[in-house]
Structures are given as structure tokens and as C-alpha cells.
């Protein structure tokens, strides 16, 4: 299940189950998102990513939905592995004012992978 | 084709002390972000460097931190008379242009450098 830790919240799933990490964001400007996986003492690292005119893109056991109306963005994950285990962000652009676009992180689900 | 390359993997400082972080960015690409992430939290945005230009420094703090990308040679975030809450994680990522204009380019992240301030 899901439950909110002291900083991130933490996603426990089986081996083999489907997971779904939510994110929501803020700038109803933002046109182009991205989902990044950090596993510990890495950098993040690309999975998929969308642009805001569609509202689903399927990459290798990943797929990524968008719903632009109530600003929320998930990422499906086919029967999940344990090496699936670790801390997913979700990222958007948005165009600034100065008219240079920003990428801007949340917070992360940390997903674990019970085997 | 080597990736984002940081250096030190880990710092360790005393308080008072000047942290110098290292990024060499991939091969070809000439726009250099550093962000910093402190534990279970997300990645924040400091800086947004091109060759010679700092072109978006919004994020930097005001006092004591300063990156520079020279024509030759890594980026470098330097960070002076350290305290203990600039320890993080200093994370950074290149991109052959202004990637976030560009579809289907995404920052490219090295492994970080983690800092520890005592």
C-alpha cells in the first residue's frame, strides 16, 4: 500500500504486481514531462517522458498518463522487479517569463519491491 | 560515449572551509545545470551555465556560492566558508542545447558529489 513517510512517501508492491506512482503538478503552463528514477547514490536517470498534447505514452514496461485538467501525472509499471526499487520523480517545463523554459523536480515516491 | 561526470563522488569539509565541485559535461554538450538534494527530499535548481555565460543563476544562493563553466574545463560550483546545511547531494546535468526548449531531450544526470559539512 501507500502510506506517507516522514519525507517521502514510500510505495510498497510485490514482485510482479503493477504499480502506479502518482504525481501532481503546478504550472498549468508546463507543456513537457518527464519521469526520472534515482536509485541510491545515483543520479536520476530518464524513464519517459510526454508532451502535454497527448495523454498517454508507452515505453518499455513503463507508461506514462497525463491529465492536463486536474494537473496530475502517473507512472504505470508493468510487473514490477525488484530492481525497480528505488525513488521516482516527476519533472516539468514550463516557459519563464525571461522566455527560457524550467525544468522543475517534485518531490519523489520512493517504490520498494517486496520479492 | 562517457556520461555526466562528477568529482569528488563525496567531500567532507569543516566549517569554514571552501567546497570546490567538479562537472565535466557529455561529450558534446555545452549546457551545464547544478541542482542540490537534501535527503529524501527532490532535486532543486541552482544554476544554468553555457560555455563562459551564467545564464540562469535564480536558484543560487545569494552568499558564498559561485559556478562558473570555462571554455576549457569542467564546470565548477564552489561553495565558500562552508556551514553544516550545505550538506547535500550536488547533482549535475548537461545537455547538447537549451534541453528544455527541446522536446525529447532530457538533462542527462551524473552520479553527484556528496557533501558533508562537519
Known amino acids: 500500500g501507500e502510506s506517507v513517510g516522514l519525507h517521502l512517501p514510500t510505495l510498497s508492491v510485490q514482485e510482479g504486481d503493477n504499480s502506479i506512482i502518482n504525481c501532481a503538478y503546478s504550472n498549468s503552463a508546463s507543456d513537457y514531462f518527464i519521469w526520472y528514477k534515482q536509485e541510491s547514490g545515483k543520479g536520476p536517470q530518464f524513464i519517459i517522458d510526454?508532451?502535454?498534447?497527448?495523454d498517454k505514452r508507452q515505453g518499455q514496461r513503463v507508461t506514462v498518463l497525463l491529465n492536463k485538467t486536474v494537473k496530475h501525472l502517473s507512472l504505470q509499471i508493468a510487473a514490477t522487479q525488484p530492481g525497480d526499487s528505488a525513488v521516482y520523480f516527476c519533472a516539468e517545463t514550463f516557459r519563464m517569463d525571461t522566455g527560457r523554459r524550467a525544468l522543475t523536480f517534485g518531490s519523489g515516491t520512493r517504490l520498494q519491491v517486496q520479492p | 560515449n562517457a556520461g555526466v561526470m562528477q568529482n569528488p563522488r563525496h567531500l567532507v569539509r569543516r566549517r569554514g572551509q571552501e567546497a570546490r565541485l567538479r562537472c565535466s559535461p557529455m561529450k558534446g554538450h555545452s549546457h551545464v545545470y547544478w541542482y542540490r538534494q537534501l535527503p529524501e527530499e527532490g532535486l532543486k535548481f541552482m544554476v544554468y551555465?553555457?560555455?563562459?555565460?551564467?545564464?540562469?543563476e535564480s536558484g543560487m544562493p545569494k552568499e558564498r556560492f559561485s559556478a562558473e563553466f570555462p571554455k576549457e574545463g569542467p564546470s565548477i560550483l564552489r561553495i565558500q566558508q562552508v556551514v553544516r546545511g550545505d550538506s547535500a547531494a550536488y547533482f549535475c546535468?548537461?545537455?547538447?542545447?537549451?534541453?528544455?526548449?527541446?522536446?525529447?531531450?532530457?538533462?542527462?544526470f551524473g552520479n553527484g558529489t556528496r557533501l558533508t559539512v562537519t
Open positions: 546535468a548537461s545537455s547538447p542545447s537549451d534541453s528544455v526548449d527541446s522536446y525529447n531531450s532530457p538533462l542527462h
Open positions: 510526454i508532451r502535454s498534447n497527448m
Open positions: 551555465l553555457q560555455k563562459e555565460n551564467i545564464i540562469d
